[in-house]
């Protein structure tokens, strides 16, 4: 089945991948959402209640806790909480994502001609590299410790539950399989689970003509398995904690998004420059978008079932997000592999009658690859990594091995893309060795990190606490005084404690104090004391 190129350039892929994902994983400080969900992981630890998160000691209602179980069954399982073990699951969720949509583009798409079966390894394998490899994913929320990966595959893998026993008209199983994933994404983000679940399943039954199970029994019972699953944990939660501001609060984090919030005019704006927006984000591999605009794209669409599906799944889905003003590339990580496998089913099939876009499309990536082998020698002009640990071995290294990808990509045709996923793998070797190490001196997360450690020391084992409202909702502040001194920081209003310290904004706040340490903090890289106070 496999050629020698294509044997020697999976080789390569394997032996990259993983040192590509995991080199400097932990060196940056976290973002503002990675801390949140780190910081409710550790307060559940610290105060043993898993049910009713908190952050800061008071209720935390933005998303309900499965990913924060997740995260907190690592800390115990490793007995570490910093940056890079809160990260893994990350990787984790990226490796098993592209794992879901290989096997489920190889499953539907075997042999997609009689004449052409290779098409199909090379659909499906393609498809599970481009998702790991897209820009945004590459080169940002691969290296973040968020919800959105985990939670992007758990909903594409419910749009194919839907297609799968479909087609096979195995109701029973497509709705309990369905509800179940919906549960799920329910317990990692909330409501837009749900809203998702409804357009694919409207999407396939009005696709398909087929109404009747909609109004089934085993709709109901799908229904029901989301009611056991989700329900069981409130049940828990209302014991602890009332359930109206949860619930409100869930409402209010998807609807804060939208027209409602934003307005008609911004809504329209938006919807004009997001599809553009988007393309961006997740280049290289939306430049296939070309194929769409051939006057035979839907047609070649029509003859493939699956392929048609994904297209429809992603147009429908992604409407939610078209219609809401305040959306990240994030959340759309679910929809790239919809669109990635219409793009690579045009690109084999416009290379099998030769078309001159297939030309055009590979003749940028080539350019690219050009580009990125100048780019190997900028460190040995660039100032700010001269301290970089054997800068001329790695700058040789990333030099060769783009070099000897570009010559594979010009002498096996037949095997370009998988050459250029090489060479992105390698610009991403780069990137760790190169352009996060200079992000520890300007970034004001790795200031905040920085400062706050320094600050712990000057403690001196007293209780550190908020003075008023002087912190605000900064997550990672939060996050990196609750590691190191292993309780939780709350805000203290009233009956201050003198032997304590606070985090005082002084410019606000006039009491009587003696300074122990300044620290950063995230709203403009501002500035914030700690404090002895000298008058209750």
Same mark, same amino acid.
């Given at each position: 089945?496999?050629?020698s190129?294509?044997?020697?350039?999976?080789?390569?892929? @394997?032996?990259?991948?993983?040192?590509?994902?995991?080199?400097?994983? @932990?060196?940056?400080?976290f973002?503002g959402d990675? $801390?949140?969900?780190?910081?409710?992981?550790?307060?559940?630890?610290?105060?043993?209640?898993?049910?009713?998160?908190?952050?800061?000691?008071?209720?935390?209602?933005?998303?309900?806790?499965?990913?924060?179980? =997740?995260? /907190?069954?690592i800390?115990?399982?490793?007995g570490?909480?910093?940056e890079?073990?809160?990260r893994?699951?990350?990787?984790?969720?990226?490796?098993?994502? +592209?794992?879901t949509?290989?096997?489920?583009?190889?499953?539907?798409?075997?042999?997609?001609t009689?004449?052409?079966?290779?098409?199909?390894?090379q659909?499906s394998?393609?498809?599970?590299?481009?998702?790991?490899t897209?820009?945004? =994913?590459?080169?940002?929320?691969?290296? /973040?410790?968020?919800?959105?990966?985990?939670?992007?595959?758990?909903?594409? *893998?419910?749009?194919?539950?839907?297609?799968?026993?479909?087609?096979?008209?195995?109701y029973?199983?497509?709705?309990a399989?369905?509800?179940?994933?919906?549960?799920?994404?329910?317990?990692?983000?909330?409501?837009?689970? &749900?809203?998702?679940?409804?357009?694919?399943l409207? !999407?396939?039954?009005?696709?398909?003509?087929?109404?009747r199970?909609?109004f089934?029994l085993?709709?109901?019972?799908?229904m029901?398995?989301f009611?056991v699953?989700?329900g069981?944990?409130?049940?828990?939660?209302?014991?602890?904690?009332?359930?109206s501001?949860?619930?409100?609060?869930l409402f209010n984090?998807?609807?804060?998004r939208?027209?409602?919030?934003? %307005?008609?005019?911004?809504t329209?704006?938006?919807?004009?420059?997001f599809?553009?927006?988007?393309?961006?984000?997740?280049?290289?591999?939306?430049?296939?978008?070309?194929?769409?605009?051939?006057?035979? $794209?839907?047609?070649?669409?029509?003859?493939?079932?699956?392929i048609?599906?994904?297209?429809?799944?992603f147009? *429908?889905? =992604?409407l939610?997000?078209?219609?809401s003003?305040?959306?990240?590339?994030?959340?759309?990580? &679910?929809?790239?592999?919809? +669109?990635?496998?219409?793009?690579?089913?045009l690109?084999?099939?416009?290379?099998?009658? %030769?078309?001159?876009?297939?030309?055009?499309?590979? %003749?940028i990536?080539? @350019?690219?690859?050009?580009?990125?082998? $100048?780019?190997?020698?900028?460190? /040995?002009?660039?100032? !700010?990594?001269?301290?970089?640990?054997?800068?001329?071995?790695?700058?040789?290294?990333?030099a060769?091995?783009?070099g000897?990808?570009?010559?594979?990509y010009r002498?096996?045709?037949?095997?370009? &893309?998988?050459?250029?996923?090489?060479?992105?793998?390698?610009a991403?070797?780069?990137?760790?060795?190169?352009?996060?190490?200079?992000?520890l001196?300007?970034?004001?997360?790795?200031?905040?990190?920085?400062?706050?450690?320094?600050?712990?020391?000057?403690?001196?084992?007293?209780?550190?606490?908020?003075?008023?409202?002087?912190? %605000?909702?900064?997550?990672t502040?939060?996050?990196?005084?609750t590691?190191?001194?292993?309780?939780?920081?709350?805000?203290k209003?009233?009956?201050?404690?003198l032997?304590?310290?606070?985090?005082m904004?002084i410019?606000?706040?006039?009491?009587k104090?003696d300074?122990?340490?300044?620290?950063?903090?995230?709203?403009?890289? @501002?500035?914030?004391?700690v404090?002895?106070?000298?008058?209750?």
């Amino acid at each position: 089945m496999f050629t020698s190129p294509q044997r020697l350039l999976l080789l390569v892929i @394997g032996l990259l991948l993983l040192p590509a994902l995991l080199t400097h994983l @932990g060196l940056l400080a976290f973002t503002g959402d990675e $801390a949140i969900r780190a910081l409710v992981a550790m307060e559940m630890r610290i105060s043993g209640n898993y049910i009713t998160p908190t952050m800061f000691g008071d209720f935390y209602y933005n998303k309900p806790p499965l990913y924060n179980w =997740i995260l /907190l069954a690592i800390f115990n399982l490793t007995g570490r909480t910093d940056e890079l073990i809160a990260r893994l699951p990350t990787v984790f969720f990226l490796l098993t994502y +592209a794992t879901t949509v290989w096997f489920f583009v190889k499953k539907h798409t075997q042999p997609m001609t009689a004449s052409t079966p290779i098409i199909n390894y090379q659909l499906s394998i393609l498809n599970f590299l481009a998702l790991i490899t897209c820009g945004r =994913i590459l080169f940002w929320d691969s290296m /973040l410790g968020l919800i959105d990966t985990c939670f992007s595959w758990v909903m594409y *893998t419910m749009f194919m539950v839907i297609y799968t026993q479909g087609e096979r008209e195995k109701y029973g199983r497509l709705f309990a399989g369905t509800y179940l994933l919906t549960a799920i994404g329910f317990m990692l983000k909330g409501l837009p689970a &749900m809203v998702f679940l409804g357009i694919a399943l409207l !999407a396939y039954f009005f696709w398909v003509k087929k109404w009747r199970p909609l109004f089934s029994l085993a709709h109901l019972g799908g229904m029901a398995v989301f009611g056991v699953v989700v329900g069981s944990y409130y049940m828990l939660y209302a014991q602890q904690n009332g359930l109206s501001t949860v619930f409100s609060t869930l409402f209010n984090e998807s609807a804060k998004r939208t027209f409602v919030e934003y %307005g008609i005019g911004k809504t329209m704006l938006h919807g004009l420059t997001f599809p553009f927006e988007m393309w961006y984000h997740f280049l290289p591999w939306t430049l296939l978008v070309v194929y769409l605009l051939r006057k035979n $794209a839907l047609q070649l669409l029509r003859q493939h079932r699956f392929i048609a599906w994904n297209g429809l799944v992603f147009i *429908t889905t =992604i409407l939610p997000y078209w219609a809401s003003v305040e959306v990240y590339p994030r959340y759309l990580l &679910m929809h790239v592999p919809l +669109a990635f496998t219409v793009f690579f089913y045009l690109h084999f099939k416009n290379k099998e009658v %030769g078309s001159p876009t297939v030309r055009w499309v590979e %003749g940028i990536f080539q @350019g690219l690859c050009w580009v990125l082998l $100048a780019a190997s020698f900028a460190p /040995l002009l660039w100032p !700010a990594v001269q301290g970089v640990p054997f800068l001329h071995l790695k700058v040789g290294f990333l030099a060769t091995a783009t070099g000897l990808l570009l010559w594979a990509y010009r002498r096996w045709e037949a095997q370009r &893309m998988l050459s250029f996923v090489a060479v992105l793998l390698v610009a991403r070797m780069a990137f760790n060795w190169f352009i996060l190490p200079t992000r520890l001196e300007i970034d004001c997360n790795n200031q905040v990190r920085q400062t706050t450690l320094e600050a712990v020391k000057k403690l001196e084992g007293r209780p550190l606490y908020i003075y008023k409202e002087s912190l %605000g909702q900064e997550p990672t502040t939060g996050y990196y005084f609750t590691r190191e001194t292993g309780q939780i920081l709350r805000s203290k209003k009233e009956d201050f404690d003198l032997e304590a310290r606070y985090i005082m904004n002084i410019y606000y706040y006039k009491t009587k104090y003696d300074k122990i340490a300044t620290i950063k903090t995230l709203w403009q890289c @501002g500035d914030l004391d700690v404090v002895k106070i000298k008058e209750k």
